[in-house]
């Protein structure tokens, strides 16, 4: 398979940065549904990432190229505030 980044690297880095790892193509949109869908139950069920104490911290989403020279074959990018 064509990858930008081998799946056992990506697991590691996540592992090693306590980080979700999921897959998901930008180039074909495979997994992108299900990333997002995945990351929003974590979020769900993790209540500090969403209460009022929180408020200064989040993502950003836009369809909209805010700063950003690609595109993506999905349409819509995120940005972490």
């Known amino acids: 398979e064509n990858r930008e980044v081998d799946r056992n690297e990506g697991l590691k880095f996540a592992r090693k940065h306590s980080m979700l790892f999921i897959e998901a193509s930008a180039k074909t949109c ?4 299900c990333a997002f869908e995945e ?11 969403w ?7 989040g993502v950003k989403l836009s369809n909209k190229e ?3 020279g690609g595109g993506g074959a999905c349409g819509g990018y995120c940005s972490m505030l």
């Open 30 to 33: 495979d997994g992108v549904q």
């Open 66 to 68: 805010e700063g950003y």
């Open 39 to 49: 990351l929003v139950e974590k979020i769900i069920q993790t209540p500090g990432l």
């Open 51 to 57: 209460e009022s104490e929180s408020q200064n911290r």
